[in-house]
């Protein structure tokens, strides 16, 4: 199973960017669905989390700037990015929780995001 996502690129402080992560197969029991991202000499870190039932959750950072959404049909999430600034700048990476596991278990490959001020 692999994990596209796309919708990256460069983008002015204070516009937006929307990823998408679609799986290329059916993946059973997912928990949860979710963004990280790691910026160039950081440690990689969760941007937005959302579950099966649709809670969210957010890295104090983006609150009211992102917006994390899901289709659970077709086994794809978003990620609506507005406001972005430069320290958004990083590789976001898509991943995916299943039930049983304590972590994300699913990887995408990483779609660089650059914000220029």
């Known amino acids: 199973v692999q994990l596209v996502e796309s919708g990256g690129g460069l983008v002015l402080a204070g516009g937006s960017l929307r990823l998408s992560c679609a799986a290329s197969d059916v993946i059973f029991s997912i928990n949860a669905m979710g963004w990280y991202r790691q910026a160039q000499g950081k440690q990689r870190e969760l941007v937005a989390a959302?579950?099966?039932?649709?809670?969210?959750n957010y890295t104090d950072s983006v609150k009211g700037r992102f917006t994390i959404s899901r289709d659970n049909a077709n086994i794809t999430v978003y990620l609506q990015m507005n406001s972005l600034k430069a320290e958004d700048t990083a590789v976001y990476y898509c991943?995916?929780?299943?039930?049983?596991?304590?972590?994300?278990?699913?990887w995408g490959q990483g779609t660089q995001v650059t914000v220029s001020s």
């Open positions: 991943a995916v929780r299943t039930y049983g596991s304590g972590e994300y278990n699913y």
């Open positions: 959302i579950t099966t039932g649709g809670s969210t």
